[in-house]
């Protein structure tokens, strides 16, 4: 039960920073503009195209899908990248002080729906090691009894562990008057038992 609560744990914690890491990748990379635009603002981000129910697509501006001939769909290219100033290298593109780029909408969606699923697969695990928790779809009284029943096992378990460390001790005195008498046997005929030769 100790592994299973192990492992519970475990899969909490990376559930945890699996959603960290989830929050941090959007709050990153999407190209921060808002779900709904304000009314009555005319600088506002523009509304999206509507887009079937069933694709898989990044939702684009209207303004863009309606460029490209296929308003109904959403399915337009992404829009290009601002040109870049004269005298503008990549080192001065890549500053590490400035925030990352967004992602293009089809890796955004596409990223999205990976960290979706990784959420899921976690909490799928998360909810296996739980339904096989010792306990777990019995009852009070069931699992009442069955302490009760682990308890008496405890006991007897313990009284046969006392019966052996009696015996061990038991058999240990044994031994040291074997090993006494040997070394008493040894050292006697040493002592009194060896006579010089040519007396």
Same mark, same amino acid.
């Given at each position: 039960?100790?592994?299973?609560?192990?492992?519970?744990?475990?899969?909490?914690?990376?559930?945890?920073?699996?959603?960290?890491?989830?929050?941090?990748?959007?709050?990153?990379?999407?190209?921060?503009?808002?779900?709904?635009?304000?009314?009555?603002?005319?600088?506002?981000?523009?509304?999206?195209?509507?887009?079937?129910?069933?694709?898989?697509?990044?939702?684009?501006?209207?303004?863009?899908?309606? $460029?490209?001939?296929?308003?109904?769909?959403?399915?337009?290219?992404?829009?290009?990248?601002?040109?870049?100033?004269?005298?503008?290298?990549?080192?001065?593109?890549?500053?590490?002080?400035?925030?990352?780029?967004?992602?293009?909408?089809?890796?955004?969606?596409?990223?999205?729906?990976?960290?979706?699923?990784?959420?899921?697969?976690?909490?799928?695990?998360?909810?296996?090691?739980?339904?096989?928790?010792?306990?777990?779809?019995?009852? @009070?009284?069931?699992?009442?009894?069955?302490?009760?029943?682990?308890? $008496?096992?405890?006991?007897?378990?313990? $009284?046969?562990?006392?019966?052996?460390?009696?015996?061990?001790?038991?058999?240990?005195?044994?031994?040291?008057?074997?090993?006494?008498?040997?070394?008493?046997?040894?050292?006697?005929?040493?002592?009194?038992?060896?006579? @010089?030769?040519?007396?």
């Amino acid at each position: 039960m100790a592994d299973i609560l192990t492992q519970l744990q475990t899969c909490l914690d990376q559930l945890a920073t699996q959603f960290y890491a989830t929050l941090g990748y959007l709050s990153t990379y999407h190209d921060n503009s808002p779900a709904t635009p304000p009314p009555n603002v005319p600088d506002a981000a523009p509304a999206l195209a509507k887009i079937s129910k069933n694709t898989t697509l990044p939702p684009v501006p209207a303004s863009i899908a309606a $460029k490209a001939g296929d308003a109904t769909t959403g399915q337009a290219s992404p829009p290009p990248a601002p040109p870049q100033q004269p005298g503008e290298g990549p080192a001065e593109a890549e500053d590490p002080n400035l925030p990352p780029q967004p992602a293009s909408p089809r890796t955004f969606a596409s990223r999205q729906r990976e960290l979706a699923r990784d959420l899921i697969i976690k909490e799928q695990q998360i909810e296996y090691l739980i339904s096989v928790l010792p306990g777990i779809g019995a009852s @009070e009284a069931e699992q009442e009894a069955r302490i009760r029943e682990l308890e $008496k096992q405890l006991r007897d378990v313990e $009284k046969e562990r006392e019966d052996k460390v009696q015996e061990l001790r038991a058999l240990r005195r044994r031994l040291e008057g074997v090993l006494g008498a040997v070394s008493v046997g040894i050292h006697g005929d040493r002592e009194g038992g060896v006579k @010089e030769v040519g007396n």
